[in-house]
C-alpha cells in the first residue's frame, strides 16, 4: 500500500543514543492519521514503543517513559524516534508504522521494513 522507509538503527553502548526515522513514499496517499514505532526482540511478541495521532497526542510504553521521544514532521511524512540512555533491554528490531487514508478513501496501515538496534552492556 504505502511504503515506508527506515533508517538510523546499529550498535551503541549503553548509556548512548539514537535516532530513527521513517518517511512514507509521497503522492501514494491522502492522509496520515497516526505514525508509531513498534519493537520485536529475539523470542517475544512485538510491541509499542511509541506512537503519535494527528490531533497531537503520544503515547509511550513504561519502560521508555523519559528515555525516548516521538516527533513526526507532518511536510516531510516523516517520523522520528530519539532514544536516549539506551539499555541492553531496548535491543530490538524496530518498525515504524503508519496508519491513514487513500486517495481512494480507503484506509491503510503500513509497515517499515525494520531496523536492527543493538545495545551492548
Known amino acids: 500500500q504505502v511504503h515506508l522507509a527506515e533508517s538510523g538503527g546499529g550498535l551503541v553502548q549503553a548509556g548512548g543514543s539514537l535516532r530513527l526515522s521513517c518517511t512514507a513514499a509521497s503522492g501514494s496517499f491522502f492522509s496520515i492519521s497516526a505514525m508509531g514505532w513498534f519493537r520485536q526482540a529475539p523470542g517475544k511478541e512485538r510491541e509499542l514503543v511509541a506512537r503519535t495521532v494527528s490531533g497531537g497526542s503520544t503515547i509511550y510504553a513504561d519502560s521508555v517513559k523519559g528515555r525516548f521521544t516521538i516527533s513526526r514532521d507532518n511536510a516531510k511524512n516523516t517520523v522520528y524516534l530519539q532514544m536516549n540512555n539506551l539499555k541492553a533491554e531496548d535491543t530490538a528490531v524496530y518498525y515504524c508504522?503508519?496508519?491513514?487514508?487513500?486517495?481512494?478513501?480507503?484506509?491503510?496501515?503500513?509497515w517499515g521494513q525494520g531496523t536492527q538496534v543493538t545495545v551492548s552492556s
Open positions: 508504522n503508519m496508519q491513514g487514508g487513500l486517495s481512494s478513501l480507503a484506509d491503510f496501515t503500513s
